[in-house]
């Protein structure tokens, strides 16, 4: 990649829209933590630009999130969002205050003056607040771009040494000339070339996993959605017959799940696919486990144990290959940003594994993984599949796992499948499944008291799976859908529709 844009977590909950806004300008972004060297950045002359993230945090805190201020120095230009505009100004010797006159949501700015970043904006802008301090006063040599009603200094520049601040969120959607902003900084002041798709990547990563792994051999992990799809491919693509993937049947998969996946991977893919039941394994593990967060990690401990155990089974085997994405690897934490959830195949590795680990995808969001298994020629069956999570059924069981709250799930769930499907609305929603809640509700059956669970039906429309809303189903399906749960499976008798977007709740319920 000749063109490189970084992204400085300063622990933003829309820091990974950041690095999808610059990816859509196609000019390769990344995000890293704030510790990341000078030394490194400067010797890697592909970054054509920086962004600093915003942040929760208070520049002038004792233990604010801060970076080596030999950053400023080396020449490349610098745009600070929000948080990141503070601690530039903070460093530079500019006043950074708490605000009386805190901005949330949308704002009217009004651009004093124009340079290389406001130069294609008219003088009124609608953007989108979130903070609570401010810069007070600018660093020295940097002038002031634009206010607001409220606050004297919502853009600033330093336009000698390549250095912007913005107190908004041009990633945003709320920003209306957000992405134009951002165009500016990276195509006219930084200078980058759209020089990324997903043609040069996957060029570039065949010839990466050759180099890699040689003649060696690899074992994908095959969980029947797009993702290890994808990877699979890829990985062929790159050592052929030299490459096994083995799906292993948790116990915690939709109805019909292996039939279906050995239909789709085996027959339509052609891969050399072995699959193997572990359900006594992983049930007996997650016996009385109620944490979210320790299911997760004991499915992950358990998938790496069946993998390495039957890797020995296979002369010169070296590799696991795993479907891992760039949006795990941010959900489950970095140094900066909390974690969201631990992801099976990030939070739940263990230290000692034997095996090499292998991601190709480890730097793509969903909507680029399925457009890159557009390139490898994968079909639509499998690229359309809808998202499932690696520890499956477990995350969607609200409490303890068992084999009876496992059915619950899979029968409630084949039925929301059926009725989206006949009503021909599998193809608007992103991704739609129920969730078995740890609580029962008095309910009415047969003139009788009824005492039994509540399933909570969960479907969101989104691009990439970072953000979402819930979907606008029509209540007429709805209907038919809470009907026949309540109906057909034993031991429901309430259903409950979920209307959290995300942020603030995450598509998952665990």
Aim: glycine letters at 8%.
């Amino acid at each position: 990649m000749a063109n490189k844009i970084l992204v400085i977590d300063f622990g933003s909950q829309y820091n990974q829209l950041i690095v999808r806004r610059i990816r859509e300008l196609n000019v390769y972004s990344e995000l890293v933590g704030a510790d990341i060297s000078i030394d490194k950045i400067s010797a890697d002359k592909n970054i054509k630009g920086i962004i600093f993230s915003g942040g929760p945090n208070s520049a002038y805190a004792k233990n604010a999130p801060t970076i080596d201020p030999g950053i400023y120095k080396i020449g490349i230009p610098i745009l600070g969002i929000c948080y990141g505009m503070q601690i530039m100004a903070h460093q530079n010797g500019g006043i950074v205050s708490s605000s009386h006159n805190k901005e949330y949501g949308s704002t009217e700015i009004f651009i004093k003056k124009n340079n290389e970043l406001t130069s294609t904006l008219s003088s009124k802008q609608i953007v989108w607040m979130s903070h609570g301090d401010y810069v007070k006063k600018t660093p020295p040599n940097f002038k002031v771009l634009a206010s607001s009603v409220t606050c004297q200094i919502v853009m600033m520049a330093n336009d000698q040494n390549k250095l912007y601040g913005i107190q908004f969120h041009p990633e945003v959607c709320h920003s209306i000339n957000g992405q134009q902003i951002l165009k500016n900084f990276v195509f006219k002041i930084c200078k980058a070339k759209p020089d990324w798709s997903m043609n040069t990547f996957l060029t570039s990563e065949i010839t990466k996993i050759k180099q890699i792994v040689g003649k060696e051999k690899v074992l994908c992990a095959i969980s029947g959605g797009v993702d290890s799809a994808v990877t699979a491919a890829i990985i062929a693509k790159a050592i052929g017959k030299n490459l096994t993937c083995l799906f292993i049947n948790h116990g915690l998969l939709r109805k019909n799940e292996v039939q279906t996946v050995k239909q789709l991977f085996k027959k339509k893919n052609q891969l050399n696919l072995i699959t193997v039941d572990a359900t006594k394994l992983f049930l007996s593990k997650l016996k009385g486990i109620a944490d979210p967060e320790q299911k997760r990690k004991i499915i992950g401990k358990q998938f790496i144990e069946v993998f390495e155990q039957y890797a020995t089974k296979i002369k010169g085997l070296k590799w696991l290959a795993q479907g891992t994405l760039y949006t795990d690897i941010i959900e489950s934490g970095t140094k900066t940003a909390h974690t969201i959830k631990s992801h099976h195949n990030v939070g739940g590795l263990p230290k000692n594994m034997k095996l090499k680990l292998i991601e190709p995808l480890n730097t793509l969001f969903k909507d680029e993984v399925r457009a890159l298994g557009q390139k490898l020629g994968l079909p639509k069956e499998i690229l359309m599949r809808q998202p499932f999570p690696g520890p499956g059924l477990a995350i969607r069981i609200i409490g303890a796992v068992d084999q009876k709250k496992i059915e619950l799930v899979q029968a409630s769930d084949a039925i929301l499948q059926a009725e989206i499907y006949k009503a021909k609305l599998h193809q608007d929603i992103w991704q739609y499944f129920t969730v078995l809640l740890n609580t029962k509700t008095v309910g009415v059956k047969g003139d009788q008291r009824s005492y039994e669970y509540v399933i909570a039906v969960r479907a969101v429309t989104s691009v990439d799976g970072m953000t979402a809303d819930y979907a606008k189903i029509p209540y007429k399906v709805l209907n038919r859908i809470s009907n026949r749960i309540v109906n057909e499976v034993k031991d429901i008798n309430r259903v409950v529709y979920d209307i959290t977007s995300k942020p603030p709740g995450t598509i998952e319920w665990e």
